[in-house]
């Protein structure tokens, strides 16, 4: 629940107001309440709490200082490193897809680094890789390339 003066809009960030758990709305389900999606641990949370907006969507680190980190969903780094610049740019996750005309075209074979690909299937570039990790995981992993 939030105050009616400050209405969060789609795919902006609310906070919950007694400890740190993220939370993305994702629709209203009148003018006080919104539905929302966790994005970290929500022990403690209930329905019906009051939350904050923080007046703006969800966003992540990019650029060089993010390479070669261990990132969680809401751009925290984990890898016991130390902590990101604070000058660090930040992106929104919900951005318009690049136009078709900014992609390159080219015909040079893309390495994935799976052997079995790499040998058997090789990709050209820009196409689409998806891949399984097995019937027992069920976990579907996909990529451009």
Request: aromatic share 4%.
């Amino acid at each position: 629940m939030y105050s009616s003066l400050c209405a969060p809009s789609s795919y902006e960030v609310v906070e919950y107001c007694y400890f740190a758990a993220v939370l993305e709305v994702h629709s209203h389900v009148d003018p006080v309440i919104v539905r929302s999606i966790a994005l970290q641990a929500t022990a403690g949370l209930a329905r019906n709490t009051k939350v904050r907006s923080t007046g703006s969507p969800m966003s992540v680190p990019v650029g060089d200082a993010v390479l070669g980190r261990l990132l969680d969903v809401v751009g925290t780094a984990r890898d016991r490193g130390p902590a990101l610049p604070s000058d660090t740019p930040r992106r929104g996750i919900h951005n318009p897809p690049p136009a078709l005309d900014e992609g390159t075209s080219t015909s040079a074979v893309f390495e994935t680094g799976i052997k079995v690909i790499d040998l058997l299937a090789p990709l050209a570039g820009a196409v689409r890789l998806q891949c399984s990790a097995g019937p027992a995981s069920a976990r579907p992993c996909s990529s451009w390339i």
